[in-house]
């Protein structure tokens, strides 16, 4: 999915265009890789829709970064979040 959208990003961006990334209320995990995916791409200027803190919980242990409508990317080793153990523990299925 990340190697898929920064290629077509680019391959956009030779066009000219510019890209935006699309979300279905993912969880967290899934939400930080794709929030790194639109920092590497240089023409993902249009509003990208990050949805997994309208969620009841996002498996992670702090929320990804939005302020004033901006998600920034966490400054941390790989993509910056941790998983929250005890979340998975309390929704695992049977």
């Given at each position: 999915m990340v190697a898929s959208f920064i290629s077509n990003a680019y391959l956009a961006g030779a066009a000219?265009?510019?890209v935006w990334h699309g979300s279905?209320?993912?969880l967290g995990i899934l939400d930080a890789?794709?929030?790194?995916?639109?920092?590497?791409a240089a023409n993902c200027t249009l509003p990208?829709?990050?949805?997994s803190?309208?969620?009841?919980?996002?498996?992670i242990v702090k929320p990804i970064d939005?302020?004033?409508?901006?998600a920034y990317p966490a400054n941390r080793p790989g993509l910056g979040i941790e998983l929250d153990e005890e979340?998975?523990?309390?929704?695992r299925a049977a």
């Open positions: 000219g265009m510019p279905g209320h993912e890789a794709m929030l790194h995916s639109c920092a590497a990208s829709d990050i949805l803190y309208e969620r009841v919980d996002d498996l939005i302020r004033e409508s901006y979340a998975v523990r309390r929704y």
